[in-house]
T-cell receptor, first 113, second 114 residues
Framework: GAGVSQTPSNKVTEKGKYVELRCDPI?????LYWYRQSLGQGPEFLIY????????DSGLPNDRFFAVRPEGSVSTLKIQRTERGDSAVYLC???????????FGPGTRLTVL | DQQVKQNSPSLSVQEGRISILNCDYT??????FLWYKKYPAEGPTFLIS?????DKNEDGRFTVFLNKSAKHLSLHIVPSQPGDSAVYFC?????????????FGKGTKLTVNP
């Protein structure tokens, strides 16, 4: 079956703009995660959804970042007033009902000019 | 404060030899450890994992060893193949409150030379 998909694959925006990044998890996976990977670093946790609710949003860096998963499937990561420091690859992962193995999508590379 | 550390940014080995990738962690609450492999422009791919109740897990050419007293784990690949060339990330979960999130190291770039 299909894996985790993320759109767009690349996004270039200007400082101060608003962006939305989309994640389609593996069908039937109830847990969904967002991570951010900066150059030369490992992925860093942002937020975790179990179903429709955010079970852990402790990794969101500030209130410019917000994520939703209204129907318990597709998730959207929203970034307001983007800054150059937000430039990174944003990775989405899903897992089946809290199992530890997380399956990652290919990521969205965000560049803020 | 890096809770998961991979101190070797890169490793180069000859095809057919053993590759050993190391990882150290500081949070004694971690109870599950994973290795992910990442090719350029792709997301990380799960490779192998180990629970804290075990000290070894083997899957084909890949073996992970866990030394809880030293807070150290290693991934052994034998024999190494050119297709194994990738960045390998060590990750841990289960911190305070049994957190589901994965905490990653910075990665080690493995190059297997033909």
């Amino acid at each position: 079956g299909a894996g985790v998909s993320q759109t767009p694959s690349n996004k270039v925006t200007e400082k101060g703009k608003y962006v939305e990044l989309r994640c389609d998890p593996i069908s039937g996976h109830t847990a969904l995660y967002w991570y951010r990977q900066s150059l030369g670093q490992g992925p860093e946790f942002l937020i975790y959804f179990q179903g429709t609710g955010a079970a852990d949003d402790s990794g969101l860096p500030n209130d410019r970042f917000f994520a939703v998963r209204p129907e318990g499937s597709v998730s959207t990561l929203k970034i307001q007033r983007t800054e150059r420091g937000d430039s990174a690859v944003y990775l989405c992962a899903s897992s089946l009902n809290r199992q530890q193995q997380q399956f990652f999508g290919p990521g969205t590379r965000l560049t803020v000019l | 404060d890096q809770q998961v550390k991979q101190n070797s940014p890169s490793l180069s080995v000859q095809e057919g030899r053993i590759s050993i990738l190391n990882c150290d962690y500081t949070n004694s609450m971690f109870d599950y450890f994973l290795w992910y492999k990442k090719y350029p422009a792709e997301g990380p791919t799960f490779l192998i994992s180990i629970s804290s109740i075990k000290d070894k897990n083997e899957d084909g050419r890949f073996t992970v060893f866990l030394n809880k007293s030293a807070k150290h784990l290693s991934l052994h690949i034998v024999p190494s193949q050119p297709g194994d060339s990738a960045v390998y990330f060590c990750a841990a979960s289960g911190g305070e409150g049994g957190s589901e999130k994965l905490v990653f190291g910075k990665g080690t770039k493995l190059t297997v030379n033909p």
